[in-house]
């Protein structure tokens, strides 16, 4: 693992410098990113006081903006979503990371936002399924076919080494490349149907679902869930039932009332209560032990604060 000790001033460069998807990926691995992830809260920072996503409308789309600062360094993500997804080839998602010197407020970095997101979720998924599985990762469930399953899958064989991994999704033929993908690591993997939860030992939701993917009542009581794929309050992975059955993990308390649909459509229901949530923090520092007698549901919406703390680990390593 690298050095990821930072020292921002002695390494600012005379103007800022532009940081491609692949130049990132070669600065940072994804065990990096998770040290770097957990280093972070360790070194207590309280994701409850990190910045909010913006989000404005315009004729074409939606522009989303992420701003975080720390003494060390302040930046904000500006990423679009178009809303005409067939118009063209370019990708639904784009964006640019702009990384700032936290003492001088110099403009130091742009990153590719699509990269770095890319790079930073499944690290963050898998630093909380690193605290709440007390085994290893035997049996997964993937749902999701796109950037972000592949990712998981990367980031999860930089701590586990699965028996198996069984890929769920709406497009059969995209289902089976993935799965002949991770069968190319040397993983046992198959296309199932969502009633596959009930043999896993963790389930990764990373789609765009607005509906929950499959019946909680199927879920084992020694199971993690992470759900990933939204931070839209009306949208929502994983149904009801789980979330009454679960431990409900979240990178804040804040972010997740305001974002997370799959816990905040349970609460409006009577059916959870916040006050009953844990954060990632907690448990990474020891402040809350994890019941293993229930299932772990990590809802994840990405903050920004794990943007930035990627984002200025990479400037450090190109």
Known sequence: MKNLAIAPSDSLSAGPRWVSEEQLRGALTYQDAIAVLEQTLVDGYDPEEDGSRTRHHGPSGTLLQ??????????TKLVTLRDDQGSTDLPIIQGVYVL???KSLQPVAFLDGAGLTALRTPAMTVLAVKHLAPFEAGRVALFG???QARGHVEALLSVFRPTSIAVVGRNSERAQTLSQWIASL???STVAGPEVVSEADVILCCTSSSEPLFDGSLVQDHAVVAAIGSHDPQSREVDTT???RSTAVVESRSSAM???GDLIIPNE???FEWNTAVTIREIVLGEQAVDV???RLFKGTGMPWQDLAVASSIYMFT
């Open 100 to 102: 700032f010197d936290g």
């Open 186 to 188: 040397g993983i046992t």
């Open 269 to 271: 229901g009577g059916e």
């Open 242 to 244: 789980l979330v009454r």
């Open 258 to 260: 305001r974002e997370a």
């Open 293 to 295: 007698s229930r299932p």
């Open 145 to 147: 076919t796109g950037v």
């Open 66 to 75: 992420m701003p975080s600062a720390s003494r060390a360094w302040c930046g």
